[in-house]
Structures are given as C-alpha cells and as structure tokens.
C-alpha cells in the first residue's frame, strides 16, 4: 500500500469519523430533548398517588424505564450506522479529488495534453480543476517553448560549425592552395567564429536576463542612451540612417549591464530593420513617477498581429528576404526579458508608415545626491 493510498484513506478515515460524530451529536440530542421532559414528568408525580390523567387515558404503553434502556440500545446501534453514513459521504465528496490525483500523476509522467475537465457540481474541488488545468496548459506551453528555443539554438550553432568544417575540409583538400588561398580561408573561419561568438553573448545575455535583477543602482538612462548612441553612429552612418536623441534626464535603479543591453538591442534592431535614408529616435524623459525610454525608427511595414511573436526567441519578421544573417532572432526577446526582470511595462506599435516605436517604462528613482 502506497504512502498516497494510506494518505487518501487517512483522510477518508477523518472525514467518516466527523460526520459520524455529528450525526450520533444528533441522534443523543433528540433523545436528551425527548427524554428529559418525560424524566421531569415522572419526578413530579407524588409517589404512590393515582396516575395523571394524561397517563391514564394513553392506557398501558412503554413505561420509562423501558423508554430509557430502548434509547440506550438505540445510541449503541447508531454508532455503526453513523460511521457507515460517515464512510459514504466521505468517499462521495473524495471522488473528484482523486480524480485529479489520477489524472496529475499521468500528467506529470509526461502527457501535458491531458486535461482533469471537472464538470458539475460548481464547487471548491471544481474550481481547484480549473485552476489546475490553467496551469498544466502554462505548463505545456513552457515546455513547447524550450524544446522550440533548444532547436533553433542547436540550429542556429550547427550551422555556422558546419560551414567552418567545410571551408576547412576545401583547403586542405585542395594541394594547389597557396598563401593567398589559406589567408582567404582563415578570414573566412574568423568571420564564421565571430558569428558563433556573437550568438553565445546573445544566448548568455537572454540568460542572465531571464535569471533576474541580481544588483540595483540608481542610474540615468539619459547617460546609458549616450553611450550607445555614441558607439552605433558610424554603424548608422553607414547604413544611411540618421540617428537621433532626445535625451532627458530619467533617473531610475536597476541593474546597469542589463539595462544597457536593453537599450543596445532596441538601437541595433532599430539600424538593422531600417532602410537607406531612415531615421531612428532615441527619447528619455521622466514622466510622473515613471522613467521612459522611447525607441521609434522608420522601415517596413510590421503587421499589428505579428508584434508579439518578434518579441520570443528566434523570432524574425521575414527571415527569407535576406540570403544573409542580419541578427538571430534574440534581440527583442532580451529586451523582454530584461523588462520582466525589472518589473517595466513594455508598450510597442507599428508605425502606419511603417517601422516600430518601442517605450519602456521603468520606476522612477532619486538621484543619488537627492538621498
């Protein structure tokens, strides 16, 4: 016999014996409530004189005595009648519990389609189903999304590794290779590591993202906006694209290598998703008690449906348009994730003339020489 088993009818056991006990509560009030008046009867009749005239019309019947040992008899034959009663009721308010006992564990052996689906009655057992179901579908959703995020990440490696071995396995097969030859390979095998190495600091920075805010400082997003701002300009120059800030002073603590690597992504999908005469916006400001950053930049049309889905990992509006890689997927998926790390609000749109506009909406802090 298992510990649950043991555990179910432990409880079914607790469940009998209440009810049990409150229905002999019961059956010994009625009797006291019967008995005690007829007790009080029989005291206040005078000894030995002639019987009431109530007695007398009922005629020979049941004496009280009688009355008192046929009780007695009777609370001895309730106590098993009880318990059964108690057993029964016990076992029918248990039964959808153990339902959703049966159906978690072959749920959690790793069929997360299944669902506990309790109908009628609407009650406490039925709403705790419900809620159950909720949360095997989060739970079902969780993991399709990480057996979808190890795929694309796995893919996302291979294929760079893949293209290394076979650039590698062309040199060496070729016996005419010279000096030119070898140093147009080696280029090549830095470029595809750099791209690799690119996709792991994208991967450890989602990571670390998703693991948590584990410092605060108070910082100004005006002077974090700056700094990238300075190191995307010629990456905007370019490319064409006029790069703009409007930066005022929006005080707000968190940790700074994440909400640098917000702003980073914001900027660098801004320039990448952009076109030849474009124009990105950076704005800061404070706005009641809220620090906001503004990220607003021209380019193609986004469709209002597809919004969310850029914002998960590996995400790409149309990665087919490109023969070439123009980032992974990653960027706005960080963005989210360093926003739920610091409990921002996170507000995007498409742009009728296309492009996005991004606003991230931090707590508003005081600066340090204000405390």
């Not at 974090?224 to 790069?243: M, N, P, S």
């Not at 700074?256 to 400001?285: C, F, K, M, W, Y």
């Not at 990665?319 to 998926?333: D, M, N, Q, T």
């Not at 921002?344 to 020489?369: C, D, K, M, Q, W």
Request: charged letters at 15%.
């Amino acid at each position: 016999m298992t510990p649950q088993t043991l555990a179910r009818r432990s409880l079914q056991t607790r469940l009998a014996l209440a009810y049990a006990a409150g229905i002999y509560a019961a059956g010994v009030l009625v009797l006291v409530l019967v008995g005690v008046p007829l007790v009080s009867i029989d005291a206040a009749a005078p000894e030995g004189g002639p019987p009431s005239s109530a007695m007398h019309q009922a005629g020979p019947g049941i004496g009280l005595p009688q009355l008192l040992m046929g009780s007695a008899v009777a609370l001895v034959i309730l106590i098993p009648v009880a318990l059964a009663l108690g057993w029964l009721v016990a076992g029918r308010f248990l039964r959808p519990l153990r339902a959703i006992t049966a159906t978690a564990k072959s749920i959690s052996a790793g069929d997360l389609h299944r669902r506990l689906a309790l109908g009628e009655p609407a009650d406490e057992l039925t709403e705790l189903g419900h809620t159950l179901d909720d949360l095997f579908a989060r739970l079902q959703a969780s993991f399709d999304a990480q057996r979808h995020f190890v795929a694309n990440a796995s893919h996302e490696l291979l294929t760079p590794l893949a293209g290394l071995r076979t650039l590698l396995e062309v040199a060496l097969a070729d016996p005419d290779a010279g000096a030119d030859t070898l140093r147009s390979v080696c280029q090549e095998a830095l470029a595809l590591g750099g791209h690799q190495e690119r996709l792991v600091q994208a991967l450890l920075a989602l990571a670390t993202s998703e693991r948590g805010v584990t410092r605060r400082d108070t910082l100004d997003l005006a002077q974090v906006v700056e700094g990238v701002l300075a190191t995307r300009r010629d990456q905007a120059t370019k490319k064409g694209i006029d790069l703009a800030g409007h930066l005022a002073p929006a005080v707000t603590a968190g940790d700074p290598r994440l909400i640098e690597s917000l702003v980073a992504n914001l900027v660098d999908n801004a320039i990448r998703h952009n076109h030849a005469g474009g124009h990105v916006e950076v704005t800061t400001q404070t706005s009641g008690t809220e620090a906001t950053l503004t990220v607003t930049n021209s380019g193609p049309a986004v469709p209002g449906d597809q919004i969310r889905r850029l914002f998960q990992p590996f995400q790409k509006l149309a990665p087919e348009r490109h023969g070439h890689h123009e980032g992974y997927g990653l960027g706005l998926a960080i963005v989210s994730a360093v926003t739920q790390a610091h409990h921002a609000t996170l507000i995007t749109g498409a742009r009728p003339e296309g492009g996005l506009s991004v606003t991230v909406r931090f707590a508003h802090a005081s600066p340090p020489n204000d405390l």
